[in-house]
């Protein structure tokens, strides 16, 4: 398993490489085709994370763990169900979640397996997606949950969804990793609220990335959410949320209730 | 008014210019932030158009004028709703709109007004909305109306009009022009099924710009596709779809059966 991570020097340069926990090894060139070391090192204090990645757009799912399904009475989908989540929502480890102006309503965490796609993807059969997988993120898929359902005529996917900032991704890319044993953990101001494993998908990465890519094309970047399960609830102002995934590690971010 | 035109030349490159029907005159640099000419013209037989912008997202209406609002028995909205169309699903005058692999159903044209924003868009307020756009093109909104309410529990809007090809956009953008007294015309095969006035629209693009600026940023290129109204219909394999806007031009794209 290897981490990958984009980070600003304390100069203010933008790069990316492998992270050690401790440290950076810096790469350099086309981050999902030609990457090669610099040979340059970043010691902990001397670099921030951004975002693992800048996707043109996130594709979120809905309704895609059973124990979900099964607590909300819903049906298994057979084809993925999906909103998007628009480039602009996306924010990395540490930054902070913004409540949108004129919103006083309920925030909402959900935890995530993010995909992280590597080459551009169309029209992929599922037995031939896993080499359009770079690596997996997590995910804090932010929700305005009062918007949502605000009009009875419309449910406000993209809108609740797509505020800027609500499109969490982090701390890291792992790539040659199994995501069929892990699970994802959401913790609220330090308290486990989400604990399941990823294995209760209904729709599994490779069969997501396969059928998405009959909907749209995918490109390099690109995050496929791969949607949450039992345990969501809101975040007060102030609030930290943590999701952590054994082997990416954990994405932090606080809500502030100041706006931009 | 100007009206300005992306385009590829018989050479393969691509540039962009101001149209005049039968020659575009080249500009060159940033195209919403200091365009110059750079003298050379190109006649009618040396380009082909392209999408007049490449939008990170479409921003796209849903209930959004008063004639179908009425007709669909559907209150009007106090706030503008949405679903966000990839730009993966964009192409330009002339290019073929794809069926999916696998869709055999009906597929959907809406003509729009689009408003193309020219500056980074947040949080602006109506009275201050209007240096922010851009200018004005055509958009047919294709949708897979099957996909769209194949789930009762989930409305697809984002799959059923996300797929690639399904955002016609052009054939240039209008700047300097009065929308208010426009009217949006889609012919089917030469048949017209649409003629309605932009002016019946429940919220115009000032307020439209001001209040999706308050639900996510808007960046330079991005476009709003501003509704539909009375008249939508479904396009048979090979079927011409022209979208008209007096001022901006015709928009025409074919339904190819094929797929990519």
Redesign the interface.
Known sequence: MTRWARFRSNGGQTGYGIFEDTRILEYEGDFFAGARPTGRIFAHDEFTLQSPCTP??IVAL??NFNALAIKLG??A?T?P?????????VIGPNEPIRR???YAGKIAYEGELGIVIGRLC??VPPNGAAPFIFGYTCVNDVTAAEVLN??V???????SK???TFGCLGPVIATDWDWSRARAVTRLDGVERQNYPLSDMIMPPEELVSRLS????L?PGDVIACGTSVGIGSIKDGGTVEVHIDGIGSLVNVLSPS??
Request: proline share 10%.
């Open positions: 043109s757009k809905w309704n819903k049906a989908p084809h169900q999906f909103l998007i989540k628009p480039g602009t929502s949108p102006i004129g169309k029209n605000e009009n005529d419309f449910p406000q996917w993209c809108r797509g505020y800027d009959h909907d749209m094309s490109l706006a931009r």
